[in-house]
């Protein structure tokens, strides 16, 4: 009877551990293999605009108010990219901040008058709690983000 025991611990210590480097998963399953290192995004990310990108990186903000985006890490210091989704395809929980995630999308580019600028940081402001200055937007302004289309949160 021990034996069996100890058998039966032993097969449920190794399955566990197979199914310890799944995570979650969100959206559409990942089809990509290869990696895209974010910084190499953020450096010509006019190279990537209509590609399918797979990314990885810490969480290090999710939307507060319906999970319907978030920001991962990249591997330079200082730099991050944000993955936003179609409002309730895929709802990212708020407990993700910190977990690794691998993300698969599409980059794309928004350019915003100063006006909407302006607009679009009060709306992002609002949805952290903090405060934002209309006048740190000095002019125009294009960032890049990527429509997310799965993901894999450890």
Not at 106 to 115: H, L, W
Not at 136 to 152: D, H, L, M, N, R
Request: with cysteine.
């Amino acid at each position: 009877m021990k034996q069996l025991l100890f058998l039966l611990l032993v097969i449920f210590l190794i399955g566990g551990s197979s199914f310890a480097d799944e995570g979650e998963k969100y959206g559409k399953g990942l089809t990509l293999k290869e990696k895209t290192k974010i910084s190499s995004i953020m450096e010509n990310p006019k190279n990537y605009v209509g590609k399918k990108v797979l990314v990885e990186g810490t969480i290090v903000d999710v939307c507060s108010k319906r999970g319907c985006w978030l920001e991962v890490a990249s591997d330079k210091e200082f730099q991050k990219i944000k993955v936003k989704v179609k409002d309730g395809e895929i709802v990212f929980p708020l407990e993700a901040r910190g977990k690794t995630a691998l993300v698969e999308g599409e980059v794309y580019e928004i350019k915003m008058t100063k006006e909407q600028a302006i607009e679009q940081g009060k709306h992002e402001a609002e949805e952290k709690g903090i405060k934002f200055d209309p006048a740190s937007v000095t002019g125009p302004v294009t960032i890049y983000q990527i429509k997310g289309s799965g993901a894999e949160i450890k």
